[in-house]
């Protein structure tokens, strides 16, 4: 089953319509980016679902992001909620930790929502490329989060590669770790994490140049010795997948769904 699934997921996910019941730009907020793409399983049952948060350095990306992974999702049964958040700028309203703030407001509306949306609360994971991996492990925190899907998101800002890239960004306001650095610890969620955090698949390039692959490694590194279950997956290709040959795309892409399917 698992293994004619593999081959025949990616290829069903262009030809079938879309399983889901799509919702767009569903608001949960009242500021302009607390929005969310909803894609529901009309089957009138409770299910599982995961929770996708876009990248871009804090400061751009939309959920649009997540159209194509969210098919695939469905075809496997899950429900998909794409969620848009404040956008960085220069602005001190929009800096850290704004983002943070609108991903968990959207997780206490999800959860509201449940029984009518046909999510199942003890079945929630939560995912996210870059800086949308860090706001997932962020998210990993919360309480009905049951696993966590993190490609090429930082965990610990306090790394010297990871903070140099941080002071250029409007997210810290261009803060440097030496300016503040008690801002780059409360914002990286390495820190947070104990032996109740869930099981997590790190995707991540061995020659990423804009998250460093040691953000990979210490944070496997970190969830093995709280005895929590995770599994580190690599490629080469830079800092996303845009490089990266399709046959290990959808490698890549179908061993963090399996993983989300063992463990959510």
């Given at each position: 089953?698992?293994?004619?699934?593999?081959?025949?997921?990616?290829?069903?996910?262009?030809?079938?319509?879309?399983?889901?019941?799509?919702?767009?730009?569903?608001?949960?907020?009242?500021?302009?980016?607390?929005?969310?793409?909803?894609?529901?399983?009309?089957?009138?049952?409770?299910?599982?679902?995961?929770?996708?948060?876009?990248?871009?350095?804090?400061?751009?990306?939309?959920?649009?992001?997540?159209?194509?992974?969210?098919?695939?999702?469905?075809?496997?049964?899950?429900?998909?909620?794409?969620?848009?958040?404040?956008?960085?700028?220069?602005?001190?309203?929009?800096?850290?930790?704004?983002?943070?703030?609108?991903?968990?407001?959207?997780?206490?509306?999800?959860?509201?929502?449940?029984s009518i949306?046909?999510?199942?609360?003890?079945?929630?994971?939560?995912?996210?490329?870059?800086?949308?991996?860090?706001?997932?492990?962020?998210?990993?925190?919360?309480?009905?989060?049951?696993?966590?899907?993190?490609?090429?998101?930082?965990?610990?800002?306090?790394?010297?590669?990871?903070?140099?890239v941080m002071?250029?960004?409007?997210?810290?306001?261009?803060?440097?770790?030496?300016?503040?650095?008690?801002?780059?610890?409360?914002?990286?969620?390495i820190f947070?994490?104990?032996?109740?955090?869930?099981?997590?698949?790190?995707?991540?390039?061995?020659?990423?140049?804009?998250?460093?692959?040691?953000?990979?490694?210490?944070?496997?590194?970190?969830?093995?010795?709280?005895?929590?279950?995770?599994?580190?997956?690599?490629?080469?290709?830079?800092?996303?997948?845009?490089?990266?040959?399709?046959?290990?795309?959808?490698?890549?892409?179908?061993?963090?769904?399996?993983?989300?399917?063992?463990?959510?």
């Amino acid at each position: 089953m698992a293994s004619i699934l593999a081959y025949t997921l990616p290829i069903f996910s262009k030809i079938l319509p879309n399983p889901h019941t799509v919702s767009k730009d569903v608001a949960f907020g009242d500021k302009p980016h607390q929005t969310a793409d909803l894609y529901l399983l009309d089957n009138g049952k409770l299910n599982p679902t995961i929770i996708f948060i876009h990248g871009g350095g804090w400061a751009a990306g939309d959920n649009d992001a997540y159209i194509g992974r969210a098919k695939k999702y469905g075809l496997a049964g899950f429900n998909v909620i794409a969620l848009n958040y404040t956008l960085a700028t220069s602005d001190p309203n929009t800096h850290w930790d704004a983002q943070l703030q609108d991903i968990k407001t959207a997780f206490r509306w999800i959860k509201n929502h449940a029984s009518i949306w046909g999510i199942d609360l003890h079945r929630i994971a939560a995912g996210g490329d870059s800086a949308g991996g860090h706001l997932a492990l962020w998210l990993g925190l919360e309480p009905g989060i049951k696993a966590v899907l993190n490609m090429f998101g930082p965990c610990d800002l306090t790394q010297p590669k990871m903070s140099d890239v941080m002071a250029n960004l409007d997210v810290f306001g261009h803060q440097t770790y030496i300016d503040n650095p008690q801002l780059y610890i409360d914002a990286s969620p390495i820190f947070k994490m104990n032996s109740a955090y869930p099981p997590t698949c790190i995707i991540h390039s061995t020659d990423d140049d804009i998250v460093p692959y040691n953000e990979a490694v210490v944070l496997s590194k970190k969830l093995t010795q709280l005895s929590v279950y995770n599994i580190l997956l690599t490629y080469v290709g830079g800092h996303d997948l845009s490089k990266v040959p399709s046959y290990k795309v959808t490698w890549l892409e179908l061993k963090g769904l399996w993983f989300m399917l063992d463990n959510v």
